[in-house]
T-cell receptor, first 112, second 112 residues
Framework: AQTVTQSQPEMSVQEAETVTLSCTYDTSESDYYLFWYKQPPSRQMILVIRQEAYKQQNATENRFSVNFQKAAKSFSLKISDSQLGDAAMYFCAYFTGNQFYFGTGTSLTVIP | NAGVTQTPKFRVLKTGQSMTLLCAQDMNHEYMYWYRQDPGMGLRLIHYSVGEGTTAKGEVPDGYNVSRLKKQNFLLGLESAAPSQTSVYFC???????????FGSGTRLTVV
């Protein structure tokens, strides 16, 4: 079975600082995709960043970047220059076949 | 452009009642999904569809049925609601199995 572990239930960061959210996963698959989703209080699931497992280069999207360590099955999210609007629940997700497997989430607080 | 629309947004049911949640997408996506989100947990897949007239079980299908009679609609049914089905339900659709995933804004269902 696929499992995704987010070991940090809560994190906080000062505005304009950098924070890293951790994620590890367990799989025997070789072909899969990894995602970070943001869920603000509105409940909407918003795609933050996406990584194909076959790509060695780490994905980046503006202030968001990942550190993908395939051998270690690690997929951390770095948020640079944190903004108040980044406050949300962040979910790491693994995708293979036709299914997402989500972690339990990390609640990020941004301190002004 | 509505994207993925879920109806209703909130509902309270009594144990044993039945109801249907409607998911509609206007992006001509082939793939549609129903997830549930419980406190302290990530989203878990209930059922999904890879095209009109097709459905398949996900991770937690018991107690639910689905139908995809039209490409744009994916219905989730609860025949006899139980308190364990109290959750937030998310519908999603995608262009391919892992690309262009779009979530609806969720339905909060309470079974008393």
């Amino acid at each position: 079975a696929q499992t995704v572990t987010q070991s940090q239930p809560e994190m906080s960061v000062q505005e304009a600082e950098t924070v890293t959210l951790s994620c590890t996963y367990d799989t025997s698959e070789s072909d899969y995709y990894l995602f970070w989703y943001k869920q603000p209080p509105s409940r909407q699931m918003i795609l933050v960043i996406r990584q194909e497992a076959y790509k060695q280069q780490n994905a980046t999207e503006n202030r968001f970047s990942v550190n993908f360590q395939k051998a270690a099955k690690s997929f951390s999210l770095k948020i640079s220059d944190s903004q108040l609007g980044d406050a949300a629940m962040y979910f790491c997700a693994y995708f293979t076949g036709n299914q997402f497997y989500f972690g339990t989430g990390t609640s990020l607080t941004v301190i002004p | 452009n509505a994207g993925v629309t879920q109806t209703p947004k909130f509902r309270v049911l009594k144990t044993g009642q039945s109801m249907t949640l409607l998911c509609a997408q206007d992006m001509n996506h082939e793939y549609m999904y129903w997830y549930r989100q419980d406190p302290g947990m990530g989203l878990r897949l209930i059922h999904y569809s890879v095209g009109e007239g097709t459905t398949a079980k996900g991770e937690v299908p018991d107690g639910y049925n689905v139908s995809r009679l039209k490409k744009q609609n994916f219905l989730l049914g609860l025949e006899s609601a139980a308190p364990s089905q109290t959750s937030v339900y998310f519908c999603a659709s995608s262009y391919s199995s892992h690309y262009g995933y779009t979530f609806g804004s969720g339905t909060r269902l309470t079974v008393v």
